[in-house]
C-alpha cells in the first residue's frame, strides 16, 4: 500500500472495514485475558475474472503475511474438497445440491487457510480461525482471526466437537471466537455499511456464546426437547428466591438412566424445567450430597454421581447455583462457564497451581515441594475469605513479627488449619507466615514506602501490599497473596514465564540465514523481527547487539527492494532480566 493506493485491491472500503473489526476484536477478546493480542486480516481470493485484480489479495498488506504463502492454495483446498466425505451426499433438489456443494468448497477453503498458516507461524505461539466467507466483487473474502495459544492452551476445554452428526462448541472462548467471527461474515455481507460494522456490542456477544455454548450441555442430556432452554431456565432459576432465600444447589444433566446417576429420590410426575417456581422450589431439597436430576428438559428427582465417573464420555455436567444470580456450569469438577446477572465469562481462577508452584520456587531458593505443598494448602484456604485478606510469606517472618507488633498480634509459630484460617482472615490485616507455612502474626498492617507501582484503580489492601514489597526491593525472599473483595487474586511477585535459552540462540541462528538469501523474504523478516520484539525481556546484551546488527546488515542489502519499507528501534536488554528466567 503506497500513499492512499491499494495495491492489493478488493473492494473500496476494505480499508475502513478491516480497522472496524479489527478495534471489535480488541474490544471483545480484551475481556477473555488481556495477553491474547487478536489481530483481524482479510484474505481474498478471486474466483470471477476481473481485470486488472490480482489472485490473491491481504488486507492488509502489512499484517505479517504474504499473498505468496498462498500460492498452493487453490490446488490445497480442491485436493482437500475432493477428500470430504460429506460429498458423498446428493440432494435431489439442484439449488439445495449447488449450495451444499458450496459449503464444501468454503469448507476445504478455511481448512486450507489454517493449514498454510500454521506451516508458516515462525514462533507455532499462535492459533488462527478462519470464518466463512462472503463473495465480494469477484472475490472470496475470509476473515482471519490471529490470537496468541498461550491462554488458550492453559483453559481447560472439552474434546469432543459433535454430537451424533450435530458440531458443538467445546469451551466459552470457542463459542466467543466463532459468535465473533459470524459477526465478521454478516458484516462483509454489506461491506460499504457504515461506521459500527458490527452489530452486536462485547456484552452482547457473550450473551449469544453463551446461550451457544449451553447447547453442549443440554446435548448430554439426550432429550432435544430442552435444548435450547436450559440457559435460559437456570438465568431465571437463579433469579428467584423462595421465602426470601437465595436458591443455592446443584443439577445434574445427563441422560435418564446415566450408569453414573443414583436417583435417592424419584418424583411420581417428573418437573418441567420451564417451570421455574417449582424447580426453584425443589431446589431447597438439594444440598451437598445430592442435586436434581435432569435431562435438560424435566426434573426426575434428587440423585448423586455414583462408581468411577470417565471424563473422556464428556455425558455428565453439574450446574451449580452459588448466589443470587449466579450459576456455573462443570465437567468433573473442571469449572467451564460462570454466569453472573444473565452475563456468561471465564470462572474466576483463584490461584494458577503450576505458575504458584514455579513462581515460588524462584522466590524461594532451595524450597522443598513439601513447603509448597503447605503453602498451597494456605492459600487455597484463603481464597475462600469473601471479605478479602492477605498472606506475606517472608523468611523473615520472626523478625517482622517482631517489628511489626504494635500493629498485628504476634503469636507463637503454628500451622493454621482450614477453619482456623477463615477465622483469622475475617479481621482487617494480613497473615504472616515463613517458608514452612507456620504463622508468627494475624492482623497485620502492612507498613511501607509510596511507590510508583501501585493502581489507583485497585483497593487500599493491594496498594499496601505493594508498598511492603517494594520495600525490601526484592532483597530478601518474599511473596504476598492478595485476595480482594471484588474476587480479584494477586500474587506478588509476577514473575513472567521461563522460557529455553536453547529458543532464542535458534531464533538469532536462523535470523543470520537470511543475509545468505539472494532474494529478500520481506515476510520471513518482519516474523522474526516481530519474534525478537515479543521476547525482548528475555535478551542478553550481546544478543541485542547481534539482532541489532545483523538487522542493518539485512536492510542495508535489500534497501533496493520495494518490500523493505518497515523500520525497527534497537533492542535493548531489560535490567532486571536473569538466569532465573531461563528453565
Same mark, same amino acid.
Given at each position: 500500500?503506497?500513499?492512499?493506493?491499494?495495491?492489493?485491491?478488493?473492494?473500496?472500503? @476494505?480499508?475502513?472495514?478491516?480497522?472496524?473489526?479489527?478495534?471489535?476484536? *480488541? *474490544?471483545?477478546?480484551?475481556?477473555?485475558?488481556?495477553?491474547?493480542?487478536?489481530? #483481524?486480516?482479510?484474505?481474498?481470493?478471486?474466483?470471477?475474472?476481473?481485470?486488472?485484480?490480482?489472485?490473491?489479495?491481504?488486507?492488509?498488506?502489512d499484517c505479517g503475511v504474504s499473498v505468496n504463502q498462498?500460492?498452493?492454495?487453490?490446488?490445497?483446498?480442491?485436493?482437500?474438497?475432493?477428500?470430504?466425505? +460429506?460429498?458423498?451426499?446428493?440432494?435431489?433438489?439442484?439449488?439445495?445440491?449447488? $449450495?451444499?456443494?458450496?459449503?464444501?468448497?468454503?469448507?476445504?477453503?478455511?481448512?486450507?487457510?489454517?493449514?498454510?498458516?500454521?506451516?508458516?507461524?515462525?514462533?507455532?505461539?499462535?492459533?488462527?480461525?478462519?470464518a466463512s466467507p462472503i463473495y465480494i466483487e469477484g472475490?472470496? #473474502?475470509?476473515?482471519?482471526?490471529?490470537?496468541?495459544?498461550?491462554?488458550?492452551?492453559?483453559?481447560?476445554?472439552?474434546?469432543?466437537?459433535?454430537?451424533?452428526?450435530?458440531?458443538?462448541?467445546?469451551?466459552?472462548?470457542?463459542?466467543?471466537?466463532?459468535?465473533?467471527?459470524?459477526?465478521?461474515?454478516?458484516?462483509?455481507?454489506?461491506?460499504?455499511?457504515?461506521?459500527?460494522?458490527?452489530?452486536?456490542?462485547?456484552?452482547?456477544?457473550?450473551? #449469544?456464546?453463551?446461550?451457544?455454548?449451553?447447547?453442549?450441555?443440554? +446435548?448430554?442430556?439426550?432429550?432435544?426437547?430442552?435444548?435450547?432452554?436450559?440457559?435460559?431456565?437456570?438465568?431465571?432459576?437463579?433469579?428467584?428466591?423462595?421465602?426470601?432465600?437465595?436458591?443455592?444447589?446443584?443439577?445434574?444433566? +445427563?441422560?435418564?438412566?446415566?450408569?453414573?446417576?443414583?436417583?435417592?429420590?424419584?418424583?411420581?410426575?417428573?418437573?418441567?424445567?420451564?417451570?421455574?417456581?417449582?424447580?426453584?422450589?425443589?431446589?431447597?431439597?438439594?444440598?451437598?450430597?445430592?442435586? &436434581?436430576?435432569?435431562? $435438560?428438559?424435566?426434573?426426575?428427582?434428587?440423585?448423586?454421581?455414583? =462408581?468411577?465417573?470417565?471424563?473422556?464420555?464428556?455425558?455428565?455436567?453439574?450446574?451449580?447455583?452459588?448466589?443470587?444470580?449466579?450459576?456455573?456450569?462443570?465437567?468433573?469438577?473442571?469449572?467451564?462457564?460462570?454466569? *453472573?446477572?444473565?452475563?456468561?465469562?471465564?470462572?474466576?481462577?483463584?490461584?494458577? @497451581?503450576?505458575?504458584?508452584?514455579?513462581?515460588?520456587?524462584? %522466590?524461594?531458593?532451595?524450597?522443598?515441594?513439601?513447603?509448597?505443598?503447605?503453602?498451597?494448602?494456605? +492459600?487455597?484456604?484463603?481464597?475462600?475469605?469473601?471479605?478479602?485478606?492477605? %498472606?506475606?510469606? $517472608?523468611?523473615?517472618?520472626?523478625?517482622?513479627?517482631?517489628?511489626?507488633?504494635?500493629? $498485628?498480634?504476634? %503469636?507463637?509459630?503454628?500451622?493454621?488449619?482450614?477453619?482456623?484460617?477463615?477465622?483469622?482472615?475475617?479481621?482487617?490485616?494480613?497473615?504472616?507466615?515463613?517458608?514452612?507455612?507456620?504463622?508468627?502474626?494475624?492482623?497485620?498492617?502492612?507498613?511501607?514506602?509510596?511507590?510508583?507501582?501501585?493502581?489507583?484503580?485497585?483497593?487500599?489492601?493491594?496498594?499496601?501490599?505493594?508498598?511492603?514489597?517494594?520495600?525490601?526491593?526484592?532483597?530478601?525472599?518474599?511473596?504476598?497473596?492478595?485476595?480482594?473483595?471484588?474476587?480479584?487474586? =494477586?500474587?506478588?511477585?509476577?514473575? &513472567?514465564?521461563?522460557?529455553?535459552?536453547?529458543?532464542?540462540?535458534?531464533?538469532?541462528?536462523?535470523?543470520?540465514?537470511?543475509?545468505?538469501?539472494?532474494?529478500?523474504?520481506?515476510?520471513?523478516?518482519?516474523?522474526?523481527?516481530?519474534?525478537?520484539?515479543?521476547?525482548?525481556?528475555?535478551?542478553?546484551?550481546?544478543?541485542?547487539?547481534? %539482532?541489532?546488527?545483523?538487522?542493518?546488515?539485512?536492510?542495508?542489502?535489500?534497501?533496493?527492494?520495494?518490500?523493505?519499507?518497515?523500520?525497527?528501534?534497537?533492542?535493548?536488554?531489560?535490567?532486571?532480566?536473569?538466569?532465573?528466567?531461563?528453565?
Amino acid at each position: 500500500m503506497k500513499g492512499d493506493t491499494i495495491d492489493l485491491f478488493m473492494w473500496g472500503y @476494505q480499508r475502513h472495514m478491516h480497522r472496524s473489526l479489527q478495534f471489535s476484536a *480488541e *474490544e471483545v477478546f480484551r475481556r477473555l485475558s488481556p495477553g491474547l493480542n487478536p489481530s #483481524v486480516f482479510f484474505l481474498g481470493i478471486l474466483v470471477d475474472k476481473r481485470e486488472g485484480r490480482k489472485d490473491i489479495c491481504i488486507e492488509p498488506e502489512d499484517c505479517g503475511v504474504s499473498v505468496n504463502q498462498f500460492s498452493s492454495l487453490k490446488n490445497l483446498a480442491s485436493e482437500l474438497s475432493s477428500t470430504d466425505q +460429506a460429498g458423498n451426499i446428493r440432494y435431489s433438489q439442484p439449488l439445495i445440491q449447488n $449450495s451444499y456443494e458450496q459449503q464444501i468448497t468454503d469448507r476445504a477453503y478455511v481448512d486450507a487457510i489454517k493449514r498454510i498458516l500454521k506451516k508458516t507461524d515462525f514462533d507455532d505461539e499462535s492459533d488462527y480461525h478462519v470464518a466463512s466467507p462472503i463473495y465480494i466483487e469477484g472475490f472470496l #473474502v475470509f476473515t482471519v482471526l490471529t490470537l496468541s495459544n498461550a491462554f488458550t492452551k492453559s483453559q481447560y476445554s472439552l474434546v469432543k466437537d459433535k454430537y451424533d452428526q450435530f458440531p458443538i462448541l467445546r469451551s466459552l472462548t470457542e463459542a466467543i471466537i466463532t459468535c465473533f467471527l459470524n459477526e465478521c461474515s454478516n458484516a462483509l455481507k454489506d461491506p460499504n455499511r457504515g461506521f459500527s460494522v458490527i452489530d452486536r456490542d462485547a456484552d452482547e456477544l457473550f450473551r #449469544v456464546a453463551g446461550r451457544q455454548f449451553m447447547y453442549t450441555i443440554s +446435548a448430554a442430556g439426550g432429550n432435544f426437547d430442552g435444548i435450547h432452554g436450559l440457559y435460559e431456565a437456570c438465568n431465571q432459576i437463579a433469579s428467584l428466591r423462595y421465602e426470601g432465600a437465595i436458591g443455592l444447589g446443584s443439577i445434574i444433566v +445427563a441422560e435418564k438412566g446415566h450408569k453414573n446417576v443414583k436417583l435417592t429420590l424419584e418424583l411420581a410426575q417428573p418437573i418441567k424445567v420451564k417451570d421455574f417456581r417449582m424447580v426453584r422450589k425443589f431446589l431447597e431439597v438439594s444440598d451437598s450430597s445430592s442435586a &436434581i436430576v435432569c435431562d $435438560s428438559t424435566l426434573i426426575y428427582g434428587l440423585g448423586e454421581i455414583r =462408581n468411577k465417573y470417565n471424563p473422556k464420555d464428556e455425558s455428565l455436567f453439574i450446574i451449580n447455583f452459588t448466589s443470587h444470580f449466579t450459576w456455573v456450569v462443570s465437567h468433573d469438577n473442571n469449572p467451564l462457564m460462570e454466569v *453472573e446477572y444473565r452475563q456468561p465469562k471465564l470462572p474466576s481462577e483463584k490461584i494458577n @497451581q503450576e505458575k504458584f508452584y514455579s513462581d515460588f520456587f524462584r %522466590i524461594f531458593k532451595d524450597i522443598s515441594k513439601s513447603q509448597l505443598d503447605d503453602l498451597w494448602e494456605v +492459600a487455597m484456604a484463603a481464597c475462600d475469605q469473601k471479605h478479602g485478606t492477605m %498472606i506475606v510469606i $517472608s523468611d523473615l517472618a520472626k523478625l517482622e513479627a517482631e517489628r511489626l507488633g504494635r500493629q $498485628s498480634f504476634p %503469636i507463637k509459630p503454628i500451622k493454621l488449619t482450614d477453619s482456623m484460617i477463615k477465622k483469622v482472615t475475617s479481621i482487617d490485616g494480613a497473615l504472616l507466615l515463613d517458608r514452612d507455612a507456620n504463622c508468627h502474626a494475624i492482623g497485620v498492617i502492612l507498613d511501607g514506602l509510596a511507590s510508583d507501582k501501585g493502581d489507583s484503580a485497585r483497593g487500599a489492601r493491594y496498594n499496601s501490599a505493594i508498598r511492603y514489597y517494594e520495600k525490601f526491593d526484592n532483597s530478601k525472599s518474599l511473596a504476598i497473596i492478595i485476595v480482594s473483595e471484588d474476587g480479584m487474586i =494477586n500474587l506478588l511477585p509476577d514473575l &513472567i514465564p521461563q522460557i529455553k535459552h536453547s529458543t532464542v540462540e535458534y531464533a538469532i541462528k536462523d535470523f543470520k540465514k537470511i543475509l545468505d538469501e539472494s532474494k529478500f523474504d520481506s515476510v520471513s523478516f518482519k516474523r522474526k523481527m516481530h519474534y525478537f520484539k515479543s521476547i525482548q525481556f528475555y535478551l542478553q546484551q550481546d544478543e541485542c547487539v547481534t %539482532i541489532n546488527e545483523v538487522r542493518k546488515q539485512i536492510e542495508k542489502k535489500f534497501e533496493a527492494d520495494p518490500k523493505m519499507t518497515s523500520t525497527y528501534s534497537d533492542l535493548t536488554s531489560n535490567p532486571q532480566m536473569d538466569d532465573s528466567f531461563y528453565i
